[in-house]
């Protein structure tokens, strides 16, 4: 079953604690990306990559690393988590035969 | 970047009747334009997207209508079921960035 899959889907950690949420796809696309949602702001893009070794920054960067050592991986690293990353996050990826974006189910991480 | 506006923000439709979202975006270089549903607790789930080359186009009770000289684009729902309360976003792509999205409308089916 074609897929995106991500890990841990809910997790509570303190100010600081550096996490990695995990991102995994089956569909060997090639572009990925990490959005956060929160309330009344929608949808907006982390980072994303195009491809191994190549990853650009969205609309909201600050406080996250990411890396694409393979094609089908996407890791989210918050190093020092604030409060104000908390949200509900989701990995996606993006078929390029369609243009259709893949989500995962969803992270919701709480930074106390 | 890409700029996508969406409103209403909430909109409440009496059951069978019409609901419709409007969106406008600011890159003129975009060229696909989907729109996701998102259930409660759930991921969003794309339910009709449209291409730049295209004006309208249908699935269903659902149809999406696209302008691209004033740059704007409307999801249409008729004969609404109350499974059709939900999320809806729609979003922009032109370059390599990726999706662009709304803010999102909260649709709500009143029985």
């Known amino acids: 079953e074609a897929q995106v899959t991500q890990n841990p889907r809910y997790l509570i950690t303190v100010t600081g604690k550096k996490l990695t949420v995990t991102c995994s796809q089956n569909?060997?696309?090639?572009?990925m990306s990490w959005y956060r949602q929160d309330p009344g702001l929608g949808l907006r893009q982390i980072y994303y990559?195009?491809?191994?070794?190549?990853?650009d920054k969205g609309d909201v960067p600050e406080g996250y690393k990411v890396s694409r050592k393979e094609k089908r991986n996407f890791p989210l690293i918050l190093e020092s988590p604030s409060p104000n990353q908390t949200s509900l996050y989701f990995c996606?990826?993006?078929?390029?035969?369609?243009?259709?974006?893949?989500f995962g189910e969803g992270s919701r991480l709480t930074v106390l | 970047g890409e700029n996508v506006e969406q409103h209403p923000s909430t909109l409440s439709v009496q059951e069978g009747d019409s609901a419709v979202i409007k969106c406008t975006y600011s890159?003129?270089?975009?060229?696909?334009f989907p729109w996701y549903k998102q259930e409660l607790g759930k991921r969003p789930q794309l339910i009709i997207d449209?291409?730049?080359?295209?004006g309208e186009k249908k699935d269903q009770r659902i149809a999406v209508t696209l302008n691209k000289t004033a740059k704007h684009f409307s999801l249409h729902i008729t004969e609404t079921q109350p499974e059709d309360s939900a999320v809806y976003f729609c979003?922009?792509?032109?370059?390599?960035?990726?999706?662009?999205f709304g803010k999102g409308t909260h649709l709500i089916i009143q029985p």
């Open positions: 996606a990826s993006i078929s390029e035969n369609t243009g259709e974006l893949f």
């Open positions: 569909m060997n696309h090639e572009y």
């Open positions: 990559s195009m491809n191994v070794e190549v990853t």
């Open positions: 890159d003129s270089a975009s060229n696909y």
């Open positions: 449209i291409r730049s080359n295209v």
């Open positions: 979003a922009a792509r032109g370059g390599a960035d990726g999706l662009t």
